[in-house]
């Protein structure tokens, strides 16, 4: 069955994935700013609960840098840097405070060798080629329909993002997890403060499953386009 070239029914698969991204997007933003608004009781800054905590797990040649963005923070484990944005390096806030302390949580799975955390970074090359080259290779599948051999290597190099996607996911839970601890038992905030510094990590952790579930329907959708070529 042949359908105009601006309409595919197969989009329909990635309606689930859109309102998942666009209720991800809302639930990160709502709930950081809400919490930005919050200062937390013992007044520890970003950068005062990052160092805090690199120095707790005996990790003293991590750099803690500033960078620009907002909510732009990272761990660099190829560098060994710590980049926290300006509200939340030299903030005091509940969420300055989760998101310094979630990004050591990626620095102490450096240190310790978290195989998650490393299996990522070793596919990193391999995943930029594969992301690039898939669309090429899909779009010229797509055009050319007396075959579909280069739509199926698209798709066969698109489920490397998959494959990210989806290891991304206990690599970043694991950093919040790690965050969670380190800043109660270190006394960086109170356990209600935990509680809510949890919201702010949960809501940004969103953004990764909706990463994960596009990429996954995605996918199918491009098998199904595929399949259907084959009929």
Not at 48 to 76: F, K
Request: aromatic fraction near 10%; charged fraction near 15%.
């Amino acid at each position: 069955m042949y359908y105009p070239y601006y309409y595919d029914p197969t989009y329909i698969l990635l309606i689930p994935a859109i309102i998942l991204t666009m209720y991800a997007q809302f639930k990160v933003s709502s709930t950081t700013n809400k919490y930005f608004r919050v200062r937390t009781q013992r007044g520890y800054t970003g950068e005062q609960t990052a160092r805090e905590i690199l120095n707790a797990n005996g990790i003293y040649d991590v750099r803690i840098e500033m960078t620009r963005g907002n909510l732009s923070d990272h761990y660099d484990p190829r560098n060994k840097v710590l980049r926290l944005s300006q509200d939340v390096y030299s903030g005091t806030s509940i969420t300055s405070v989760a998101v310094a302390a979630h990004e050591c949580g990626h620095a102490i799975q450096h240190a310790r060798g978290y195989a998650p955390l490393t299996i990522r970074g070793a596919i990193v090359p391999v995943v930029n080629f594969a992301s690039n080259a898939s669309w090429i290779l899909i779009m010229l599948g797509l055009f050319m329909t007396s075959s579909t051999s280069l739509l199926k290597i698209g798709i066969l190099l698109f489920s490397a993002t998959v494959v990210f996607q989806l290891i991304t996911l206990p690599v970043e839970f694991n950093a919040s997890h790690r965050a969670l601890i380190q800043i109660e038992n270190l006394g960086i905030v109170s356990h209600d403060e935990r509680r809510k510094s949890k919201k702010v990590l949960d809501a940004a952790a969103l953004t990764y499953v909706a990463a994960a579930a596009t990429a996954l329907l995605q996918l199918l959708r491009l098998i199904t386009i595929a399949n259907r070529r084959d009929d």
